[in-house]
């Protein structure tokens, strides 16, 4: 009896290894998916204070009981237009880690599909050309129904440090302008 109780916690960690969970949500007519386990919540867009002098891809700062959450765009940090707000437009807040600990982000994106169980076996590696957002961003290539959904590397789109660089050059700019 010992040897079935010892097998199960391990067939279900395995069956956990086999598949992971991702949102899926929409951004220009394509689909993208997160981790679910970087998800902390979905909410609807709105209540945004915007920040003089932050890249473009900074719509600005929600307040989420309390707490001050930057909200980052992410078809414009893809180096597209900037989202289109509609009815269904959402911030994901997303839990990023770096090198200093986790760091709750906003992420805007046109539209939440569903929580999706993608297998392992259905997940290519990400393309080494040809993908239209930087390939360090791609974290693979999930095949659903058919059609591949761009797996998105969370820590990478939403680094601290690369948001941090797009500030400093943004605020350049600005000074540059100035003093012209």
Do not use: W
């Not at 003089?52 to 078809?75: K, S, T, W």
């Not at 940090?77 to 906003?106: L, M, N, W, Y």
Request: aromatic share 4%.
């Amino acid at each position: 009896m010992s040897s079935l109780v010892a097998a199960k916690p391990n067939a279900i960690q395995q069956a956990g290894a086999d598949h992971a969970q991702y949102l899926t949500f929409m951004l220009g007519g394509e689909t993208f998916a997160i981790g679910i386990l970087a998800i902390k919540e979905i909410i609807e867009y709105g209540g945004l204070t915007e920040v003089p002098m932050m890249p473009e891809c900074i719509r600005g700062v929600i307040n989420l009981r309390g707490a001050v959450v930057p909200v980052l765009d992410l078809a414009s940090r893809f180096g597209r237009a900037p989202t289109a707000i509609t009815k269904r437009t959402c911030i994901v807040i997303v839990e990023v880690s770096h090198h200093d600990g986790q760091q709750v982000v906003g992420v805007v994106v046109d539209a939440v599909n569903a929580v999706l169980e993608i297998p392992a076996s259905e997940i290519e590696p990400p393309p080494s050309f040809g993908a239209k957002i930087r390939t360090d961003f791609i974290e693979g290539m999930g095949k659903v129904n058919g059609k591949f959904v761009i797996l998105l590397h969370v820590d990478n789109v939403l680094s601290t440090e690369d948001l941090g660089a797009l500030a400093a050059l943004s605020m350049d700019a600005t000074k540059k302008t100035m003093d012209e």
